[in-house]
């Protein structure tokens, strides 16, 4: 999606902030200041809740060995300054044993410091897909954003957006496992609606089963004693094209073609049926 299209439903303020985020000042510009870590406070409502230990383990290294060359952006907050973006670069400059980090102060309120976070942390990546699911259920709790109005402002699809928050039905358990990483958003997605989707989560992370395998049991590939049935060697097209088929739909997407045949079955899952009606919608049928 352009650029333009990312960021027309931030206003002139939030897309310049967004431009500093992504090209911050040097930290030798006469806008960055030095401050105390001491002074300096994470946000409680910062969307990301998971910090990977290995990452951060080299975050540290680097910035004992070349300090902090990206600047933090903060904003006064009752007598000290919270932090709108860079949590990470103070987390590891404490552990490094830095004294004062370089930080960059704009004046903002609330809206703007949770929409800035959410989209800073999306667009670098940095979400899993709980946490990103989370942001967007708050901006649209807290502020009244529409999903289309989130697509716009975070440069998505409205169906992406939508399957995410879908996957805040998922138990708790399930969610976890997606925010630690041993489970995929594609084992999360196809999982929704499931009724024994935590059974079944603990069964992918115990045997490795893949989106595929996970969809094809599902989709009622089971033997007549009830264990599941074998699933065939993943075939690298097949797959990809899934995975293609998913995205453009936004549902779970099972291909079946036996080797060496030229027929097979496409399974598309609904979780509901207003997902039946935007998979006719977009079928072209009536």
């Known amino acids: 999606m352009a650029e333009t299209k990312k960021k027309s439903g931030l206003g002139r303020g939030l897309s310049a902030l967004l431009d500093d985020i992504a090209a911050p000042p040097s930290v030798d510009s006469p806008n960055v200041v030095r401050l105390s870590i001491a ?3 994470a946000n409680p409502d910062q969307p990301r809740r998971h910090f990977d230990e290995q990452a951060m383990a080299e975050l540290v290294a680097s910035v004992r060995a070349h300090g902090i060359l990206q600047p933090i952006l903060v904003r006064p907050y009752r007598g000290r ?40 942390n999306i667009q670098r990546a940095d979400l899993n897909a709980i946490e990103e699911a989370r942001g967007y259920q708050r901006l649209i709790a807290e502020h009244g954003h529409t999903q289309m ?38 084992h999360a997605r196809a999982l929704v609606g499931a009724a024994d989707a935590q059974a079944l989560a603990e069964r992918v992370v115990r045997q490795g089963l893949s989106v595929r395998a996970l969809e094809q049991q599902l989709a009622g590939g089971r033997t007549k004693a009830g264990a599941p049935a ?57």
Request: charged fraction near 20%; charge should be negative.
């Open 39 to 41: 002074d300096i406070a």
């Open 81 to 120: 300054h919270q932090i709108i973006a860079g949590e990470r670069r103070w987390r590891a400059a404490q552990v490094a044993g830095l004294h004062e980090v370089p930080v960059v102060v704009r004046p903002l309120d609330d809206r703007q410091v949770s929409e800035i976070a959410l989209i800073e």
């Open 149 to 186: 109005v989130l697509a716009d402002i975070v440069g998505k699809s409205r169906s992406h957006i939508a399957n995410l928050l879908r996957l805040l039905d998922l138990p708790a358990g399930v969610q976890a496992l997606v925010e630690t990483g041993a489970l995929s958003m594609g």
């Open 230 to 286: 074998p699933v065939p060697a993943s075939d690298p097209n097949s797959e990809a094209l899934e995975s293609q088929l998913a995205e453009a739909l936004g549902m779970p997407v099972a291909l079946q073609v036996a080797p060496g045949a030229s027929s097979g079955s496409l399974t598309i899952r609904f979780a509901d049926l207003d997902q039946l009606d935007m998979l006719c919608a977009r079928l072209g049928a009536s």
